[in-house]
């Protein structure tokens, strides 16, 4: 099955954005539902935090336990219980991945 494409144009689609549609909103992407979201606010799950520091899941965990630096997980639920869902604030990912870049002169943690 192809996925559709999120098409550029002047006019902002109408209706929610499926989760489809927010999946396809990278950074650096070239459409202007892109400009609609705002990275303060816009939650991300696991895959597109993977997707977007290049590591891999049992890392994450790891960063999250040691590297005070590493963004916090925001819960989606009132569960406490193992595998609640939580998501990751975008802008706060995205800062993280620029320092990582900016330190990579310096020894890597």
Do not use: C, H
């Not at 005070?68 to 604030?89: H, I, K, M, N, Q």
């Amino acid at each position: 099955m192809v996925k559709p494409s999120v098409k550029a144009s002047s006019a902002v689609p109408a209706g929610p954005l499926s989760a489809e549609k927010v999946r396809e909103l990278r950074p650096g992407a070239s459409n202007t539902v892109a400009t609609v979201l705002d990275p303060a606010v816009t939650l991300i799950r696991m895959p597109d935090l993977l997707a977007l520091t290049g590591l891999q899941r049992a890392t994450v965990y790891k960063r999250l336990k040691d590297d005070p630096t590493f963004p916090r997980p925001v819960p989606l639920s009132a569960s406490t219980a193992r595998g609640a869902p939580v998501a990751f604030v975008l802008a706060e990912v995205q800062a993280w991945v620029r320092a990582r870049i900016a330190s990579r002169g310096e020894a890597a943690a």
